[in-house]
C-alpha cells in the first residue's frame, strides 16, 4: 500500500485561500487519491478524489502533477466550518476489488477570525 | 438512501466485559470497514470485508477483537474481556465504487 505523509496543523485566517499538500512517492499505477474532511466527534467525510491534473467540485480543488508523487487539496475561501482534520489516501482504483486503504493521522486546519 | 449508521452511540462498560457494536452499511455496498479511533489520533483500520471473500483481520489488535459480517450487510464488532485501552471511538465505513468510503457516526465505548 502505497505510504502518505502530512504536516500536522496548520493556521489559517478566514477568507483565505489554503492548500494542503500530500506526499505519496510509492503511489502505484492504479491508486487513486482520495481526500477526507472529519469534523470533531464525526466519521471522516469524502471531499474529492482524482487520478492526475486537476480536478474540481462544489467544495475543493484537487491537483495532481504529472509523476502522481504528490497532491494538493486547495480550499477556496474558508470560513471557521472548514475547521477539521484533512486526509490524503491512495488506494487500489479497481471497482469491486481489493480496496484496503490506510488513513495517516491527518492535517489539521485550524481556521481563525 | 440512508448513509452509514452504527449503534449504540455511546457504550459505556466496566473492564472485562464483553461489548458488540452493530453497523449498517449503505445498502448495496459491498465493502465494509472497522477503524478505531483514540483521541487526538488518527483511524487504525482494524478490520474489512469486501463481498464473500475471506475479511482482512489484519489490523485487529488482539485476539480479544472480532468481527462478523452476516448476508453481506450489517455487520457486528465483538470485542471479549475489554480493557481500559479499548477505550476509543469505533468508526464503520461501507464503500460501493473506487475507494470512496462512507462513514457511520462512531460508536464511543468508554471501558471503566
Known amino acids: 500500500l502505497a505510504k502518505t505523509t502530512q504536516p500536522i496543523s496548520m493556521d489559517s485566517y478566514e477568507g483565505q485561500e489554503v492548500n494542503i499538500t500530500c506526499s505519496h512517492n510509492n503511489i502505484a499505477t492504479n491508486d487513486y487519491i482520495t481526500w477526507y474532511q472529519q469534523f470533531p466527534s464525526q466519521g471522516p467525510r469524502f471531499i474529492i478524489q482524482?487520478?492526475?491534473t486537476k480536478v474540481t467540485n462544489e467544495v475543493a480543488s484537487l491537483f495532481i502533477p504529472a509523476d502522481r508523487k504528490s497532491s494538493t487539496l486547495s480550499l477556496p475561501r474558508v470560513s471557521l466550518s472548514d475547521t477539521a482534520v484533512y486526509y490524503c489516501?491512495?488506494?487500489?482504483?479497481?471497482?469491486?476489488?481489493?480496496?484496503?486503504?490506510?488513513f495517516g493521522i491527518g492535517r489539521k486546519l485550524q481556521v481563525i477570525p | 438512501g440512508a448513509g452509514v449508521s452504527q449503534s449504540p452511540s455511546n457504550k459505556v462498560t466496566e473492564k472485562g466485559k464483553d461489548v458488540e457494536l452493530r453497523c449498517d452499511p449503505i445498502?448495496?455496498?459491498?465493502?465494509l470497514y472497522w477503524y478505531r479511533q483514540s483521541l487526538g489520533q488518527g483511524l487504525e483500520f482494524l478490520i474489512y470485508?469486501?463481498?464473500?471473500?475471506?475479511?482482512?483481520k489484519s489490523g485487529l489488535p488482539s485476539d480479544r477483537f472480532s468481527a462478523e459480517r452476516t448476508g453481506g450487510s450489517v455487520s457486528t464488532l465483538t470485542i471479549q474481556r475489554t480493557q481500559q485501552e479499548d477505550s476509543a471511538v469505533y468508526l464503520c465505513?461501507?464503500?460501493?465504487?473506487?475507494?470512496?468510503?462512507?462513514f457511520g457516526p462512531g460508536t464511543r465505548l468508554t471501558v471503566l
Open positions: 465505513a461501507s464503500s460501493g465504487t473506487i475507494d470512496t468510503q462512507y
Open positions: 445498502s448495496g455496498h459491498t465493502a
Open positions: 470485508f469486501q463481498g464473500n471473500s475471506a475479511p482482512d
Open positions: 482524482g487520478y492526475k
Open positions: 489516501l491512495v488506494g487500489d482504483g479497481y471497482s469491486g476489488g481489493y480496496q484496503k486503504v490506510t
